[in-house]
């Protein structure tokens, strides 16, 4: 099972979302998320969180939160645990990313950008309540969401 962390960071009333359009095979592929990745060696997932968003913004971040974990179940990767984090405060200037395009965007329009579909079962929640989110999604072979497990 792989580790990864996923950030999402606020301006206000947008959110920065990745156009995942630029890697070859990747599972993001044509989606919209937020940005963030694998856990290497020793790291925390604080510690990846902060990394993979100086990597791929060039921001660095001041006001970070844990906000919750989702496990992922897809049968063509491998299943996934993310540390999902939200962010509202950092310094620096967004840089392009090798790995798509970051666009800000308004949180009431990310619903309607080509998102893998369970990520709306968890970014409502994220963008407007303020509650740790413990969520599985599983995918069938067709990257067909097939049921949704949130935990209290």
């Known amino acids: 099972m792989k580790l990864n962390t996923l950030c ?16 070859k095979n990747d599972e993001n592929q044509g989606k919209w998320i937020g940005v963030g990745g694998k856990l290497e060696p020793h790291e925390s997932p604080d510690d990846c969180m ?13 006001d970070y939160q844990l906000r919750g974990i989702i496990t992922f179940v897809l049968p063509k990767w491998e299943d996934e645990i993310c540390f999902l984090y939200s962010a509202t405060q950092y310094e620096g200037t967004l840089k392009e990313c090798n790995e798509g395009e970051l ?6 329009d990310v619903f309607n950008l080509p998102l893998w579909q ?6 409502d929640d994220l963008f407007y309540l303020n509650q740790f989110i413990n969520i599985k999604l599983v995918y069938n072979e067709q990257d067909e969401l097939v049921k949704v497990c949130k935990y209290t």
Not at 9 to 21: C, Q, V, Y
Not at 50 to 62: A, D, H, N
Not at 118 to 123: I, N, V
């Open 103 to 108: 666009q800000w965007i308004k949180k009431e």
């Open 8 to 23: 999402y960071i606020e301006s206000g009333n947008n959110i920065l979302m990745l156009n995942r359009n630029k890697k």
């Open 50 to 62: 902060i990394r993979e968003v100086k990597e791929e913004t060039g921001l660095k971040l001041i």
């Open 118 to 123: 369970g990520d709306t079962y968890f970014l």
